[in-house]
Antibody, heavy 122, light 110 residues
Framework: EVQLVESGGGLIQPGESLRLSCTGS????????MSWVRQAPGKGLEWVSG????????HYADSVKGRLTISRDNSKTTLYLQINSLRAEDTAVYYC???????????????WGQGTLVTVST | QSALTQPASVSGSPGQSITISCTGT?????????VSWYQQHPGKAPKLIIY???KRPSGISNHFSGSKSGHTASLTISGLQAEDEADYYC??????????FGTGTKVTVL
């Protein structure tokens, strides 16, 4: 069974940085593209970043480009998302997701974690 | 990239069929047959129900079906059931290797 477990969320002050982590199990992590999708409270889904199976290709939504960095450590089956200069509008549940292929080119998100809540506030 | 456009809400009685539209552009839905659909119940993570416009993952009921015409993809739920009441989102691959979600549709079973 595919499992994706996020961690690292919490209450963060505006302007600070945060790193989210996601540990995958039950599948061949090193063969799969992965993405982060966020959902602000009461709002819709927003794809923010994706990474290819080997970490060599990374992609970002225009809305977050320059502030977010996605990375992965296949030896630890772990996906990361570094968010810098946090703003109130970054407040959301951040979902770790497994793509349907090895690159960000399928348009298919097969599996989702339960999400980790990031709240940006003073 | 702007979100794909979906109706905010759609409703139907048990047993009826409903259709949710998802309109994009030539950079996404209009060019690629890489549209997927997700069901999300309150407080839960989304779940893939349709991919590549018309395909269903293993274990997904055949009362969900997908189609596409031009820049608009559609999800049809046939024989509406109480458990189908949820939020539904479309998603498309976008030129440049990103993804974009739709604005979301709340389905109510009357």
């Amino acid at each position: 069974e595919v499992q994706l477990v996020e961690s690292g969320g919490g209450l963060i002050q505006p302007g600070e940085s945060l790193r989210l982590s996601c540990t995958g199990s039950g599948f061949t992590f090193r063969s799969c593209a992965m993405s982060w999708v966020r959902q602000a409270p009461g709002k819709g889904l927003e794809w923010v970043s994706g990474i290819g199976y080997d970490g060599d290709t990374t992609h970002y939504a225009d809305s977050v480009k320059g502030r977010l960095t996605i990375s992965r450590d296949n030896s630890k089956t772990t996906l990361y998302l570094q968010i810098n200069s946090l703003r109130a509008e970054d407040t959301a549940v951040y979902y770790c997701t497994k793509d349907g292929g090895s690159l960000i080119d399928t348009g298919r998100i097969e599996n989702w974690g339960q999400g980790t809540l990031v709240t940006v506030s003073t | 990239q702007s979100a794909l456009t979906q109706p905010a809400s759609v409703s139907g009685s048990p047993g009826q069929s409903i259709t949710i539209s998802c309109t994009g552009t030539s950079s996404d839905v209009g060019t690629y047959n890489l549209v997927s659909w997700y069901q999300q119940h309150p407080g839960k993570a989304p779940k893939l129900i349709i991919y590549e416009v018309t395909k269903r993952p293993s274990g997904i009921s055949n009362h969900f079906s997908g189609s596409k015409s031009g820049h608009t993809a559609s999800l049809t739920i046939s024989g509406l059931q109480a458990e189908d009441e949820a939020d539904y989102y479309c998603c498309s691959f976008v030129t440049g290797n990103t993804y974009v979600f739709g604005t979301g549709t709340k389905v109510t079973v009357l």
